[in-house]
């Protein structure tokens, strides 16, 4: 059997994927990166394999609506609103004033008004992935300056969802049907651009009051009965089910994209308690997918461009690395935040991705774009996320040196608890109980270990779970506990027990490793699925290896040991396990 083009391309451009991608986390730049490569590698402007474009694209779809369900799921208006009086007014005046340069540049290459208000729009939005990777990293996520550019974020990525559904009717308006495509209702009563606009949004309002109404009961209700039967596989199965079929719904009956589509069905779901799971079992295939989204993404990209165009080249990198940059600090100086927080907003926004992406691809196939606005919009996009670390050590170096000395505090007035500037603050037990993971497991241990008076700390990098922890009264660490800074900040050295609760063995197996490497004689109890994974991590250096399935069998035995006893509702360890 001769293999097809789909079969090539999935194998070419997984493959290259991880070897660019590796390369990139090699040299400490995102992965992205290297993805983004791996499609300049398989597409038609390099020697050598060239993938299937119209099957790329297919795939490509599929990626813009997995990573738009994966927004939807974590988005957070809690976050969104703890910030809202600089996020908010923030954002929005920063994306006019990119939207705006890059109008100026379109017009300046001979562009029209939409092209440029286009290009404009997709220099104006920061990568999720990297704004969050570089946050994280740095340690900065619960921070002020973190939260601040999270919400700054969202309020970006809402305004592009919205985008994503006012352009394709523009384009509509001004160039009438696409060929091959349907004439649109509103270009057959000749209702102009404001009349477009009127009936796009009045299908956005539907699909949206669709969405509450109907969507809001019917999402959850089915994903509990779902997980209700037990079955992992068909839990999986459901969620794509949701995240794909809510977007073909979207498009098919309401004449929206797939994108808002996507992200409704995912800011659904984030509102049931099963958001948790859904996004952990949606994840591998959503990684995968967007994935192929950022190689079909790399094979549209003309390397000639940067021979061809070095002047709007480093206009657009100029527009990208300074011009949002500079309308970000001023912008957060002006409602008073301190210099430091400015600085790092400025550098995280510093960067385009994703919405770029999507932004240019519409605009190139509704015939509104030209193709070197894509060229360049891809090319700004990689060499900014190139310099994205540079702009962040630089600002950690000036942000460094700007700290004034600290005055000598009267005795008679307490300093003023200052905002830490990362979020690992090292602790100050010893002798204490250390959790890695606050999930169903480890919020039972670490209601037992208070409730027998030990001092608890708890590892966790999941906010329902950070929150869950903070109520039981732990003293808690954010961020990962794989990361040598996190466990050396929990006082692993000083720990009196250490248990790894987290059901990712390999993740578990490298807690391990690290905490026995830092403390040879703690005692570590870890938990496992399998036998497999027990042998795994007892060579990870866990000294007690749990798995819940042999416990449970136990907990059974011991009651048929017991035939006089009819117990009610389970034992602590069965239930526990």
Known sequence: MHHGPLIAILVAGLGLAFVFGALAQK?????????????????????????DQGLANQLAEIGVILLMFGVGLHFSLKDLLSVKAVAVPGAIVQIGVATLLGLGLGLLLGWTWVAGVVFGLALSVASTVVLLRALQERRLVQTEKGKIAVGWLIVEDLAMVLALVLIPAVADALNGARPGAPSPLAAQFDLGLWGVLGLTLAKVIAFVAFMLIVGRRVIPWCLHWVAHTGSRELFRLAVLAVALGVAFLA????????????????MILSESPLSQRAAEESLPLRDAFAVLFFVSVGMLFDPGILLRAPGPLLATLAIILIGKSVAAWLIVRAFGRSNAVALTISASLAQIGEFSFILAGLGVSLAILPEQGRDLILAGAILSILLNPVLFAIVEKISTEAQPAKPKQSAAIPAPTPEPERDIVPTSLSAHMIVVGYGRVGSLLGAGLLAHGEKLLVIEDQSDAIEAARRDGAEIIVGNAADPEVLSAAGVARAKRLFVAIPQSFEAGQVCEQARRDNPTLPIVARAHSDAEVEHLTKCGATLTIMGEAEIARAMLALCARPDSTP?????SAEAA
């Open 27 to 51: 040299f400490r730049f995102p992965p992205l990166v290297g993805y983004l490569l791996a499609g300049v590698a398989v597409g038609p402007f390099t020697p050598g394999f060239v993938a």
């Open 251 to 266: 498009a098919s009956l309401f004449g929206v994209s797939f994108a808002l589509g996507a992200f409704f069905a995912g």
């Open 568 to 572: 009610t509702e389970p034992p602590p």
